[in-house]
């Protein structure tokens, strides 16, 4: 990755928590006169360092949990539109470059990824059960024609904030998507690979992971649904 001299043109927000084996490539892949802010979430790996020395911005979120290290990279954002990635190695930072172009020309408010497995064993079954089960519900609940909830995407950085998203835990890239439905956004799903993660999952490598992330995002759902009838009532 380049180092950025002049104010970016797009911002790409890697929440990151001990990924030092992944962010090497991961960095070696964001497009050139992007930046990549890599907000670390309590790393214990070097990973701030090497994110700073491969020419990162690093943002440090100490509050743990994955909306707080997504929500603290959104806010730290200064480029009118802001991409979201993981930062294991497992999705692509280049596959954003489309994302951004639809967004750019209003063919789209929010541009999803959807993951399709490279190669066998990548996507765990009880994760991609876990998935399947929460894209149905965000269906039934939005109407959106949605089959995944995966962290790639693209959107403007001042409409996301207005959304005023409030979890800080697996429900944050849920309530984005519903809060967006419920602001009439246009969203729209578009295939990338997904790769082989770098290191451990912390989150749907193992069933108790997959358990909190599903649990996490069914209350929003419910949390969201109440607002709704609030709204209306």
């Not at 603290?72 to 497992?90: N, P, R």
């Not at 890239?173 to 690979?193: G, H, I, K, S, Y």
Request: hydrophobic residues 40%; positive net charge; charged residues 25%.
């Amino acid at each position: 990755m380049k180092g950025v001299t002049t104010p970016p043109d797009v911002d790409v927000v890697l929440p990151c928590l001990n990924e030092a084996e992944a962010l090497p490539w991961v960095l070696a892949r964001i497009p050139d006169g992007w930046r990549a802010l890599v907000v670390d979430n309590g790393s214990d790996d070097g990973s701030a360092e090497i994110a700073r020395a491969l020419g990162a911005t690093v943002v440090h979120e100490t509050r743990r949990g994955f909306g707080a290290a997504c929500h603290a990279g959104l806010t730290a954002a200064t480029a009118d539109i802001v991409c979201f990635c993981d930062c294991d190695a497992s999705l692509d930072p280049a596959r954003l470059v489309p994302f951004v172009e639809e967004v750019r020309s209003k063919g789209a408010d929010l541009v999803l990824g959807r993951r399709i497995p490279h190669t066998r064993g990548v996507w765990p079954v009880h994760a991609r059960v876990g998935n399947l089960a929460l894209a149905h519900m965000v269906r039934r609940r939005t109407g959106l024609r949605l089959h995944d909830l995966g962290p790639l995407r693209a959107a403007r950085r001042d409409p996301l904030l207005s959304l005023g998203l409030t979890d800080r835990r697996s429900g944050y890239p849920l309530q984005m998507v519903v809060r967006a439905a419920d602001a009439n956004w246009r969203v729209v799903e578009r295939d990338v690979p997904y790769l082989p993660r770098a290191g451990t999952s912390k989150v749907t490598g193992t069933w108790r992971g997959t358990w909190q992330a599903v649990r996490d995002m069914s209350r929003v759902l419910r949390e969201t649904a109440a607002r709704t009838e609030g709204s209306t009532g």
